[in-house]
């Protein structure tokens, strides 16, 4: 019988090294309230690193004096199909099993994150879209529009950061040649997957062209080892079983994880290499931040 891990420490030790990063940029830019296009910063945090934590902290500091931005996050859980059209992309491939559920590249809806970031980056009024994971037994689906925030009102400060979070913010679509290549490498799931499957995701993967053009810096939270994410996800879900009475087993873990491994094994290394890789005058604006299995950083690279 394994025993019960204790409740993670959250801890934050990654605002000390994003907030002096972030105001450098932002003051090269000459960001603030009256800006027409905001300043965005798209953060990329393994599952179970302290990304929730670090975005909530990079929030309130940019919020209130003496910044006072005001400061829009986002999350790319947020831009999920809803549930009637994920069950049709499900349908349509229902021998991929990277798509049967929401999680992988092409789950999300890129025309609405096409519609968002426009408006948002023109200082338009724009309703921001929220999801319910919770709807349909876990399945999740989109919360009504109505019940959207709506941001950039007349007469209101114009959003001037905003901050795009998410597991797999800034992957980009490798070429074929390159899915082939890493999928004869040693891998945990790459070898357990049909490789037309993978460059189905792959090939979706050209949609978020749409979100990555728009940012002006980049965070990346990334583990010394990929593989923690396992444990990571194992102990919170420990304490919900421990505290709320429910939660995944250790062997729906396994498998839940296994569903987006496969992306992870696919496009970290390149977003390590740097998100703006080849463009001109970008050198700096990405922060890498390995962290150990405790979750604390361990080296911080500034690309």
């Known amino acids: 019988m394994s025993t019960i891990p204790p409740k993670p420490e959250i801890h934050d030790d990654k605002s000390p090294h994003c907030i002096p990063f972030i105001l450098s ?168 997957h049909r490789t037309k499957d993978l460059l189905f995701v792959n090939s979706k993967l050209e949609e978020y062209e749409v979100l990555n053009q728009s940012f002006d810096a980049f965070i990346h939270i990334d583990a010394e080892e990929t593989s923690f994410v396992y444990a990571w996800r194992q102990e919170q879900e420990a304490v919900l079983r421990r505290e709320k009475g429910s939660g995944m087993t250790e062997e729906q873990v396994e498998r839940f994880v296994d569903g987006y491994y496969p992306a992870y094994e696919l496009y970290t290394e390149p977003l390590r290499e740097g998100i703006f890789k080849g463009k001109e005058n970008t050198k700096g604006q990405q922060l890498r931040l390995f962290v150990r299995r405790d979750r604390k950083v361990k080296e911080v690279f500034r690309i």
Request: with cysteine.
């Open 25 to 192: 940029l932002l003051k090269e830019r000459k960001v603030d309230d009256a800006s027409t296009k905001p300043f965005i910063i798209g953060l990329n945090g393994v599952q179970g690193a302290g990304k929730t934590t670090l975005v909530s902290t990079l929030s309130s500091l940019l919020s209130f004096p003496p910044h006072s931005l005001r400061t829009l996050v986002l999350s790319i859980d947020d831009l999920y199909l809803p549930h009637s059209a994920q069950k049709e992309l499900a349908e349509a491939n229902k021998d991929n099993p990277l798509v049967q559920h929401r999680g992988e590249p092409g789950t999300h809806d890129m025309r609405l994150a096409g519609e968002v970031f426009g408006k948002l980056e023109r200082g338009e009024e724009v309703r921001v879209p929220e999801y319910d994971k919770s709807a349909y037994n876990g399945e999740g689906d989109r919360v009504p529009v109505s019940q959207w925030k709506t941001v950039n009102k007349p007469g209101e400060p114009k959003i001037a950061v905003i901050i795009f979070e998410g597991w797999c913010v800034g992957f980009r679509a490798l070429s074929e040649s390159a899915v082939l290549a890493r999928q004869k490498q040693p891998s945990k799931t790459l070898a357990g």
